[in-house]
């Protein structure tokens, strides 16, 4: 047995970090040891401004009072209640907010910890739903390629990003994908929704006739694809993909863990779009980033669906220790409080063509082969560096740590989505050292 005296506090092996470059942060680490709304403090006490709200979570900024205060207040109070069998008053209380948020006919909400829970939540539903109504043939499940939906078993299997897929096996069957709309070639530089590939959504029916309508269960995309490094729909396509859905009587989930509460200017995705899915997996942004807490919205329909058999019976065998967890709870409402409070979820939009100008200025510098955008999120791809891809991107981001920015990287893209807080001399901040940093790059 290993002496654990001889570990020093400060000893950086023990953590095994998530979606890191272990090795490489252990040899020059970078630590935060405070924040305050649009800003980090290093461990070297440097000031870093915070372009991506953490990951894609801190749409109010960080360390906002009214948040900080619940969470004390609620832990003092009553830390924690069984979520099985028993309730407590703020879980319901949330469950009203979020629904008073969600697009019209989404009226129930179930908890979860984490936005890859929220995903395998809404499958199990999707799955269970057409059971209960008598439908249980229908067991397949669409997803898209490039979709990122967290990374537990389901989300990987209907997920479409290789490197999270290859190493596990052969994930879930009954799975297919959809093609991915990201086309460099047609809709470089476009602004907002690009105007080619709406007719990509017709694959859809093309996979239906494949495998017959009767066997899908359900499709679930990003509206806004993120953490793939920012896919914006193509114009038309979302509500042809809602078209073909309700069609074939397949459910329609949008995984908005990241459009969620304000991103594009809007509450979701599904009121942007003006497309209203039969599911929203939400997560991140629902509690800032606080306290882990996810959430899954669905339909009367599908709710109501459930709620039959003997009344002592439970109706659906899915629940987690933490649904609906009292702090996590309380730094929820005291979230949406701030975000109506300070029109946060509408934000974006105003704030839109300063973010978008401010974005396409890097336009024609060293190695951008494209630049995109919608509301708060923007996206610079880079081209790759021949034989060492993500080599180029991974250095933006070691360079923009240094000068004061947090920016995210996927691939050779640098991802950006701010606290909505950002005012515009944070925008001409962030995009200026970003346009020093490509113009430096190899
Ligand atoms: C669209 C989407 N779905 C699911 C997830 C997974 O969320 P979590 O990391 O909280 O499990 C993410 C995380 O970035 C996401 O962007």
Redesign the pocket.
């Known amino acids: 047995m290993s002496d654990r005296r001889t570990v020093a506090p400060n000893d950086l092996s023990a953590f095994w970090m998530p979606f890191t470059a272990n090795r490489q942060f252990k040899k020059a680490p970078r630590m935060f040891v405070g924040a305050k709304d649009m800003h980090y403090t290093t461990s070297d006490g440097r000031t870093v401004l915070d372009g991506t709200a953490g990951?894609?979570c801190v749409n109010a900024g960080h360390c906002r009072p009214r948040i900080v205060e619940a969470i004390a207040t609620q832990a003092a109070e009553m830390d924690y209640a069984p979520a099985f069998q028993m309730g407590h008053p703020k879980a319901f209380e949330l469950a009203n907010a979020i629904v008073g948020l969600a697009p019209e006919g989404l009226n129930h909400v179930l908890y979860t910890n984490?936005?890859?829970?929220?995903?395998e939540t809404a499958l199990k539903v999707a799955l269970a739903y057409h059971r209960v109504k008598g439908d249980g043939s229908r067991f397949r499940l669409i997803g898209r390629e490039r979709g990122?939906?967290?990374?537990n078993f389901g989300?990987i299997s209907v997920g479409g990003i290789v490197t999270n897929r290859k190493m596990f096996g052969t994930l879930l069957t009954g799975v297919d994908h959809m093609p991915h709309t990201h086309n460099i070639g047609k809709n470089a530089f476009t602004r907002g929704e690009p105007e080619h590939g709406a007719d990509l959504a017709t694959e859809l029916e093309r996979i239906v006739t494949l495998h017959d309508p009767s066997t899908i269960a359900a499709v679930i995309v990003?509206p806004v694809a993120?953490?793939t490094g920012v896919l914006i729909p193509p114009k038309g396509y979302l509500k042809k993909l809602r078209e073909i859905t309700k069609k074939h009587g397949i459910l329609l989930i949008f995984?908005e863990?990241?459009t969620g509460f304000g991103r594009i200017g809007t509450p979701f995705a599904a009121d942007y779009f003006d497309v209203t899915p039969d599911m929203i997996?939400c997560?991140?942004g629902l509690t800032n980033g606080t306290i882990p807490m996810?959430a899954v919205i669905v339909t009367s329909d599908i709710h109501d669906a459930f709620m039959q058999g003997p009344e002592h019976m439970i109706e659906f065998f899915h629940g987690y220790t933490y649904s609906g967890n009292p702090v996590a709870s309380a730094a929820g409402l005291a979230t949406l409080e701030t975000y109506k409070e300070e029109g946060l979820l509408t934000r974006g939009a105003e704030l839109a063509q300063y973010w978008e100008d401010a974005l396409h200025s890097l336009k024609g510098l060293p190695h951008v082969i494209d630049i995109r955008n919608l509301g708060l999120i923007g996206a610079i791809e880079l081209d790759p560096i021949a034989g060492a891809p993500t080599k180029r991107a991974f250095s933006a981001f070691l360079k923009a740590y240094e000068s004061g920015l947090l920016i995210r990287t996927t691939g050779d893209i640098i991802a950006l989505s701010p606290p909505l807080i950002i005012e515009k001399h944070h925008i001409d901040e962030l995009f200026g050292k970003l346009a020093t940093i490509l113009k430096t790059l190899e």
């Open positions: 990951l894609w984490s936005g890859s829970e929220s995903v990122y939906h967290g990374v989300g990003e993120g953490s995984d863990v990241i997996v997560a991140k996810g």
